[in-house]
């Protein structure tokens, strides 16, 4: 039981930095639409992209879970992991379009066309940087409980 509890607050941690980074892009996004037209959208636009980063967080940890549930962050390469995030930026695009769809529009794959490869790119980029901190979380944890510093890697310092 554990092991379950351990992966679904790795999941809501995952949701939730991803949901700061998303929140952060849609940040700049309402700033740039405010400075092109002076005035700020209707729509709160860093929620938004929030809610959808944290969502993206959700499905990518599960796909994680489901395809690389054994291995270490430090067994995985970057462009494996950051593959697997566009996977799960692109399940949230078909599922939002998909909800949208739903009135009786026929352009579901047109939508899905121009949707998918932006959520996409974004989750393939949070995967990245999720995993470059993960990696450094590890090293700093490494560093913290090893006392001879042969044993991680580095070289000793002569002066």
């Known amino acids: 039981m ?3 509890l351990r992966r679904i ?7 939730l ?3 700061a980074a ?14 092109r037209t002076g005035s700020r959208p209707d729509a709160p636009v860093p929620l938004m992209f929030a809610a959808a980063g944290f969502v993206a967080g959700l499905l990518f940890s599960g796909v994680l879970a489901l395809v ?8 995985m390469s970057l462009r494996r992991f950051a593959a697997w995030g566009a996977a799960g930026g692109f399940l949230l695009a078909a599922a939002f379009v998909l909800a949208v769809s739903l009135s009786g529009d026929p352009g579901f794959l047109l939508n899905l066309v121009v949707v998918g490869p932006v959520f996409a790119l974004a989750a ?11 990696r450094r979380a ?3 944890e490494l560093l913290e409980t090893t006392e001879d510093v042969t ?3 580095f070289r000793a310092r002569h002066p």
Do not use: Y
Request: aromatic share 10%.
């Open 2 to 4: 554990g092991k379950w």
């Open 17 to 19: 930095t991803w949901a």
């Open 22 to 35: 998303w929140g952060g892009a849609g940040t700049l996004v309402m700033l740039g639409f405010l400075l």
């Open 151 to 153: 044993a991680v890697g």
């Open 9 to 15: 607050r790795g999941a809501i941690g995952t949701g």
């Open 138 to 140: 590890q090293d700093r």
């Open 124 to 134: 393939a980029g949070s995967a990245a940087g999720s995993l470059a901190l993960a």
């Open 68 to 75: 690389e549930g054994r291995r270490r962050f430090d067994q």
